[in-house]
Nanobody, 125 residues
Framework: QVQLVQSGGGSVQAGGSLELSCVLSGSIDSVYWMAWFRQTPGKEREGIAAINRLYSGTIYGDSVKGRFTVSKDNAKNKVYLQMNSLKSEDTAMYYC??????????????????WGQGTQVTVSS
């Protein structure tokens, strides 16, 4: 079993920055990709960034490309999401996820079976 515990988030004004982190524990050898998703009420969970746990390849959704950076620290079993130039439309509940992922399916919720508890990010304009 894999456990994910998130931290970070909060409220910030538009143009500001926030960092989210996610700590993995348990049977992490079964995890190939880590991803960040976000969700607003009434909408589907959106994949925004992912990183290969072993080889550090990264990929981003168009809505965050150039503004957000996903990174990892394997020694600490942590994954980070640095969010810069935040916009009001970035307001959402953010989740980290772990699982098989893959270049072709990194954005698909069904590619991940382990999820963090979620953390709220609120950007005011």
């Amino acid at each position: 079993q894999v456990q994910l515990v998130q931290s970070g988030g909060g409220s910030v004004q538009a143009g500001g920055s926030l960092e989210l982190s996610c700590v993995l524990s348990g049977s992490i050898d079964s995890v190939y990709w880590m991803a960040w998703f976000r969700q607003t009420p009434g909408k589907e969970r959106e994949g925004i960034a992912a990183i290969n746990r072993l080889y550090s390849g990264t990929i981003y959704g168009d809505s965050v490309k150039g503004r957000f950076t996903v990174s990892k620290d394997n020694a600490k079993n942590k994954v980070y999401l640095q969010m810069n130039s935040l916009k009001s439309e970035d307001t959402a509940m953010y989740y980290c996820a772990a699982g098989k992922g893959g270049w072709g399916a990194w954005y698909d919720v069904s590619s991940y079976i382990h999820w963090g508890q979620g953390t709220q990010v609120t950007v005011s304009s």
